[in-house]
C-alpha cells in the first residue's frame, strides 16, 4: 500500500540509438499473480462493497455524530486506497507477461495509482488518529467534550486531513518523469529520476515516514492507553452507584459510552497491528539502511501490503459484531434476518441489556432518535 513498496523499479534496457534507456518495469514480487492480481484485488473489492454498507448505514439521521463523521472518512479512505491500485496490479501482475517492461501509458497508471493508493491510506491513518483523540477527549472530560467534539468540527477535520494530505503527497508525483519509446513495435515506456527532486527526496520520505505513520502509532498508543485507563475508573465510580434505582439512566447512558469506547479501541489496536510494522519497515527504506537480500524486502513488502488489506477491509466486522444498532440498522438496509440472528446470538454478552439510552444526536455514534436524555452525564 505504500508508495516506496509500490513504485516502479527501473531495469536496464535495450540499447536505442547508442543510448541505453531505462524502461519500467513493476517489482518482482514472490507468488505475484496469487497475491497481486487475484487476493489483493479481491480484499479491496470486498472492502469497496462492506464500507459502502457502513457509509450507508452511518449516514442515516439517527445514526449521525462527530464519531460516525470519522468512521465514514475513514470507510471513504479504505475503500480508494485498496481499489485504486487493483487495476494496475490486475493488469501488471495477471494480464501482462510478467518480468517485461509495462507499456506505456500503463506505466503512468501503475505508478500514479500507487501513489494515490498512498495518499489515501494517509487519510485513513490520520482519521484513526482524529478518531482516537475523539474519543480520549469525549470519555476524560465529558462536559468539554460535548463543545470541541461536533458534527460540524468532525467534517472540518475530515476535510483538512485530505487536504494536509494532498500536499503532503504533491511531490512525488514529480520525483520521476516518463517518455514513449519504441521498441519492437511495442510502445514501451522510459523512467528517469527527476533531477530537481533528487536530493530531496530521501530527507522527504523520512519526513513522511515519520511523520505520516510514526508519530500517528505514537499518539494513538498513548491515547488508548490513557483511554482503557479512563474507562476503568469509570466503570468503579459506576460500580458505586449501582444502587440507586434515580441513576439507572445515567449507567445505561454510560454503558452507551463504554461499548462505543471499546468498538474504537479495537479498531485502532487492528490499525497499530499493521502500522507500526509498517511505518518502522517504510522508515528503514527511506534511510537506506536495509540490510535483507532483494528477494527477502519483496516478501516483507508483500506480508506488510497484504496486512494493511485485511485492517482495512475488518472495520466492517467489528462494528458488526460489537455494535446492535449498527446490525439492525444494516438487517432493514438487507433484510436478512438470518445473518444477524446468528450475530446476536454469537455476541449475547454484549446484547443482553434490552433497553439502552444514548444522550444525544450529536453524541454516540449508535444515538436512537425518541431516548431519553441524562443530564447527569452527556456522553459522545
Keep these: 500500500m505504500d508508495s516506496v513498496n509500490s513504485t516502479l523499479t527501473l531495469i536496464q534496457g535495450r540499447n536505442l540509438s547508442n543510448e ?14 496469487e497475491i497481486y492480481a487475484v487476493l489483493c484485488p479481491a480484499i479491496a473489492l470486498l472492502t469497496l462493497f462492506t464500507n459502502i454498507l457502513v457509509i450507508v448505514v452511518f ?31 490486475i493488469y501488471a501482475y495477471g494480464i501482462a507477461d510478467l518480468g ?24 485513513s491513518v490520520w482519521i484513526t488518529m482524529a478518531l482516537g483523540i475523539q474519543r480520549y477527549v469525549v470519555v476524560a472530560f465529558p462536559i468539554a467534550g460535548r463543545r470541541i467534539c461536533t458534527i460540524k468540527k ?25 517518455e514513449s519509446v519504441e521498441i519492437d513495435g511495442k510502445s514501451l515506456c522510459v523512467c528517469k529520476e527527476n533531477p530537481h527532486f533528487s536530493e530531496v527526496v530521501q530527507i522527504y520520505s523520512i519526513l513522511r515516514s515519520v511523520f505520516g505513520q ?12 490513557l483511554l482503557v485507563q ?42 497499530l497491528l499493521a502500522e507500526i510494522p509498517n511505518g518502522c519497515y517504510f522508515l528503514f527504506k527511506a534511510m537506506r539502511m536495509s540490510v535483507l537480500s532483494y528477494e527477502a524486502d519483496l516478501m516483507i513488502s508483500t506480508v506488510l501490503n497484504v496486512l494493511v488489506y485485511a485492517v482495512n477491509h ?6 458488526v459484531f460489537l455494535s446492535r444498532h449498527f446490525r439492525r440498522s444494516l438487517k432493514k438496509i438487507l433484510r436478512l434476518d438470518a445473518l444477524f440472528q446468528f450475530c446476536r446470538k454469537g ?34
Design 59 to 89: 449516514t442515516k439521521k439517527h445514526l449521525l455524530s462527530p464519531t460516525s463523521v470519522l468512521l465514514i472518512g475513514l470507510a471513504v479512505g479504505d475503500i480508494l486506497a485498496g481499489n485504486i491500485i487493483s487495476p494496475p496490479y
Design 214 to 225: 510514526l508519530v500517528p502509532c505514537a499518539v494513538l498508543s498513548v491515547t488508548t492507553i
Design 314 to 319: 475488518i472495520n466492517f466486522w467489528i462494528y
Design 100 to 123: 517485461q517492461p509495462l507499456p506505456y501509458p500503463m506505466c503512468l497508471f501503475y505508478d500514479y495509482g500507487s501513489i494515490l493508493a498512498a495518499l489515501f491510506h494517509q487519510v
Design 230 to 271: 479512563r474507562l476503568h475508573a469509570t466503570k468503579t465510580q459506576m460500580a458505586r452507584i449501582r444502587a440507586c434505582d434515580n441513576r439507572e439512566r445515567e449507567r445505561k447512558d454510560n454503558r452507551s459510552m463504554r461499548r462505543t469506547s471499546y468498538m474504537v479501541i479495537i479498531i485502532v489496536l487492528c490499525f
Design 154 to 178: 468532525s467534517v472540518l477535520w475530515v476535510i483538512v486531513i485530505n487536504i494536509a494530505t494532498l500536499l503532503m503527497y504533491s511531490i512525488t508525483f514529480f520525483t520521476s518523469t516518463y
Design 347 to 380: 455476541n449475547w454478552k454484549l446484547d443482553s441489556h434490552t433497553t439502552t439510552y444514548f444522550s444525544n444526536s450529536q453524541g454516540d455514534p449508535f444515538y436512537v432518535k425518541g431516548t431519553e436524555r441524562s443530564t447527569a452525564s452527556y456522553q459522545i
Design 20 to 33: 541505453s534507456v531505462m524502461l519500467c518495469n513493476p517489482f518482482d514480487y514472490p507468488s505475484p499473480f
